[in-house]
């Protein structure tokens, strides 16, 4: 491709326009008169999602096979900033051979609730943390020049009506809980691009938010890629193109690209903007242009392997009586629960993989330790909620001559898809009642866990040992297998906390939320920041996790005891390996203010690392801390700003098993900096453990009162109603049911299948507009317009109006 500059002078106003919407549902437009090639863009994020065939529609199922590698929520449990690097060169090695030039990926939206239907798509809780693995990932995948997107900014934490709510946060929790692992992947990164969310922020549509596209993204945090809409977001293409949203996605949307013409004709849109958004897309073609052409053919088996070894990293040992585990290969094994043999190991949504191979957990366990000492029974089936009491039988008296009891249970398909979150925190009945019923016949079982978020475990009494295997992609079930014989020692620990009940959790009173807006009133006590600030038991914490071995801390050494705030601290410990097995550690660093003016959360995770020690080795762990690490952010000031006072450095292996600590005392070379109110609000000075977050404290700190969340009665229709919104007008019925038949055709084919639960859930919240996307070639925007008029009860002039631009 010639110089960018050159090309732009090249072009029309029109050809320029076009370049801001896609091809097709995954591609982005070229221009063949001036040699700019269209290149491939595709889901994403834990695997490679080429939808086979017919690019101009969605087809959520049929992809090319492609490596599954395991889902964000294993992948985070590894805590392994080199292997995930490792991971994204593998994604990139797959996009090569396939032509694509950017995936979809990865998703560093925060886990608000464990009920979060995308939560095995995100990382954590926490927003280092979250950030730190995103930016290896991209690294990873980048390093191969092949691009990412890094989705969905921001603040898109639940799956219901994702497409229009408002989410409602104060600006403290959306700079240090739900912006802050975006900027650290921005800032360390640079990924291509990123997705902008579907979700309003405070108001406005985060694809048209200047503050959060314009000033934060490019200015402040110095991206210099694109962004472009997550599928079917575009609600105003011009604000957006001001706001600096530069691709909509699917492609065309000629009706779109028409108003970014007429928008520059008559003076309402500088054609500078444009040419910065052209610019911007134009960069990442070139970028993208290099590996275009590179032949390449990826290993599947190798890839197989790395799947594997990055899925047994991610496997968390929570609970290991007597030391049960790992198991010996002679002991006689009742092996219960249909996900042994049918895994369950990624979502249902745009991250569905068609795997290259599929390993299950009887068959490698039996390859470790021959069949005779295995028995199988399935206790369940795989789709069944419902106790089934036959299956139930069959599998206590198949535990009756067994030494051992493994119990493979945890969320079927349909529990967690994206578009649809989870009402309760439970695992079905089906396997509770499983669970409970072995562990009265039998004392020695162990629960080994497949799910993408925390799920309660009211057994946990009962048995002796849990392996939360998480969603850990093709090859996780040999990894869950390599753990439970001890060929590999469980190295995982929690990115989330476990709550014991869902009523825990700060935000579940107010989540999901709507029908209109969602109320973040827990500001920043998210997770860990909120158990650990009101000493809340949990079930486990945040950072947990065993291993076969023990691991001792010591020498904790500050190599400064006052620093000013423009100083970074570096801080050392050594661990050693107490045990007998060779084993990996995560060490974990929290900053804890001892005093402060405004609410701040007990602790902050502001370092960890990952190593390997060998029995009796000791090794030297440093992390530098820079001054973000102590920082909150002053919204007086509209900055992150360090206080004068002392910070305890805590190191330890959980976020409640502090195992050294020291102090160090900072001076802050701003003076006289002013604190809003808003900052010290006593009720979120002092927060309780009931958790509970009165309105007009949360009033005061949003600063302003709580918009609308009621459907209200005789409002008029627009293209960001919903369509389950428009029960009062016959049309909108009308056109209500339409949508609903074509979704009961896919539920009727695969009744429990998570796609088509996915559609039904999500066809109610769609607003209006996205059936421009669903429409393909068939409709266009004055369509709708004519179509909304007629929703709107002018039905002739609508009618009148829709016949008139079908024929156009
Ligand atoms: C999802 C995105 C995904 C896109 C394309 C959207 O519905 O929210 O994560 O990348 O579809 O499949």
Redesign the pocket.
Known sequence: MENIKNLISKMTLEEKASLCSGADFWHIKGIERLGIPSIMIT??PHGLRKQEGDTAELGLENSVPATCFPTASSLAATWNRDLIFEVGQALAEECKQEKVSIL?GP?ANIKRSPLCGRNFEYFSEDPYLSGQIAKSHINGVQSLGIGTSL??YAANNQEYRRMTINAVIDERALREIYLAGFEIAVKEAQPWTL?GA?NRVNGIYACEHPDQLCKILKEEWGHDGFVMT??GAMNERVDALEAGLELEMPGPSAGNDIKIVEAVKNGKLDEAILDEAVTRILKIIAKAEETLTDDFKYDPQAHHALARSAASEGVVLLKNNDSLLPLNKDTKVALIGEMAKTPRYQGA??SLIQPTQIDNIYDEIVKITGEEKITFTPGYTVKGIEVNEELIEEAVKSSKDADIVVICAGLPDSYEA?GLDRDHMRMPESHNKLIDAITKAHSKVIVVLSNGSPVEMPWIDQVEGILEGYLGGQAGAGAIADVLYGIINPSGKLAETFPKRLEDNASSEYFPSGPKTVEYRESIFVGYRFFNSVDKDVLFPFGFGLSYTTFEYKNLKLKQNKISDQESLEVSLKVKNSGKTTGKEIVQLYVSPVSSKVFRSKIELKGFDKVELKPGEEKEISITLDRRAFAYYNTEISDWYVESGDYKILVGSSSIDIRLEDQISIESTQKNIPIAEKDKIPAYMNISKSGKFGQVDFEKLIGYSLPNNQVIKNEAFTMNTPLGDMEASFIGRQLGKMMEKQIEELVKADPDGATALMMKSMIKGMPLRTLLMMGGDRLNREMLEGLLQMINGKFFKGLFALIKAGRS
């Open positions: 889901d994403g979809l998703g989705k969905h997705m579907y997550d599928w949504g745009s994206e």
